[in-house]
């Protein structure tokens, strides 16, 4: 990430990453949305977090609401989990069975709806958080127009004073501003002595690493889908930490893209009668449909959507409809007037011309409908 949280915008080399307790540099808007919880489905959420009276009033609402709402505003968005409200990074602790976990939970909800997601419309990416203290640099010198690089020797850096307080070797994040760091990196360049050699900072933060198994039998291992209630893997993280082996934090994106009116996949569940290419409208896995309106979601009626449709039908088709109206009463009128031509018996050049212009309307007709 080009930001505050994530990598530095003048760091475009290394890995990505987020930085724990950093505020994110987007706010949440018509195609951008922050949970601090990971509950994908309706049935996820927790009863004691569900009003006794009200069963829409939430204290937590499922995820799978805003992939509703942005797959119907068409627009698309990301969802951000482990990022709180006000844009602060908190991350969520997750082994690897707990990522397949998630991984596995969208997809099943996803499924339910209506139409099904189509899977390259919703995909997910776990981006690892560090801390601030963890972030580390390197300034490495490349000659202009090569791909080459190197470390900065420290002859070059002695040579040229003025980066002096650049370490030769390592600049954590934490140890300049920068505003001050790229002052002293531009200050190196346009002192180089006419040398061909530019300075450039490259992220080597070490991410946080798990073990890995091979052919590891427990990520085949069913999981306990569509409840509030713990899945064995939530069991294996707790025991994990219990003997001191917590899992890494994370910042989960489930990255949401505008659906097509054209795609096969969502034109297969629609009625074969079906030629209008109007957008598509999703219903959620609790019956309900939602719109993104800026940073909110509108849940709306089957009635409205059905409105919203024929006004989009109005929109779109009636103009088509009054141009092929147009042309078809010219080419009523050229018809009627071939054949008063030939009942008198003359004009068969008029009659060869008007009949030229009659082909010619009737594939403009075509090229329209």
């Known amino acids: 990430m080009e930001s505050n949280s994530g990598k530095k915008a003048n760091c475009p080399k290394g890995p990505r990453y987020y930085v724990t307790g950093a505020v994110m540099n987007v706010e949440e808007d018509r195609t951008h949305e922050f949970k ?14 569900i009003d006794a009276t009200d069963k829409h009033r939430k204290t937590r609402n499922c995820i799978s609401r805003n992939i509703c709402g942005f797959l119907n505003s068409g627009l698309g968005g990301i969802i951000y989990l482990g990022v709180l409200d006000d844009g602060s990074i908190a991350g969520i602790f997750l082994s690897r069975y707990q990522r397949d976990h998630l991984t596995l939970s969208l997809k099943d909800t996803l499924g339910r709806f209506r139409p099904p997601v189509p899977s390259h419309l919703v995909s997910i990416d776990f981006v690892p958080c560090v801390d601030l203290s963890d972030v580390n640099y390197r300034q490495v010198a490349k000659r202009c127009g090569s791909e080459k690089s190197g470390n900065v020797s420290d002859d070059f850096m002695r040579e040229h004073s003025d980066a002096k307080d650049i370490d ?45 198994y091979k052919n590891d039998p427990l990520r085949k291992r069913p999981h306990l889908l569509r409840t509030y209630k713990q899945c064995w893997c939530d069991d294996d993280a707790i025991t994990r930490v219990t003997h001191g082996h917590r899992s890494p934090p994370y910042v989960v994106e489930i990255i949401v893209r505008p659906p097509d009116a054209r795609d096969p996949e969502i034109r297969k569940h629609l009625p074969s009668s079906s030629e209008l290419l109007l957008q598509p409208i999703f219903q959620a896995e609790d019956g309900s449909i939602y719109v993104r309106r800026h940073a909110s979601l509108a849940r709306r009626s089957l009635q409205d959507m059905v409105e919203e449709a024929v006004e989009d039908v109005r929109r779109v088709y009636f103009p088509i409809l009054k141009e092929v109206q147009i042309h078809l009463g010219i080419l009523e009128a050229l018809v009627e007037k071939i054949e008063t031509l030939r009942v008198n018996g003359n004009g068969s050049d008029d009659t060869a011309m008007d009949g030229k212009k009659g082909v010619d309307l009737l594939r403009r007709i075509k090229q329209i409908l």
Request: glycine share 6%; net charge negative; with cysteine.
């Open 168 to 212: 030769n070797s390592t600049a954590r994040g934490n140890s300049l501003n920068d505003d001050a760091k790229n002052k002293s990196l531009n200050d190196c360049d346009n002192n180089s002595g006419g040398w061909d050699w530019v300075l450039e900072k490259v992220d080597i933060t070490d991410l946080p690493r798990e073990i890995k």
């Open 36 to 49: 601090g919880h990971r509950n994908i489905a309706i049935e996820e959420i927790p009863p004691w977090c």
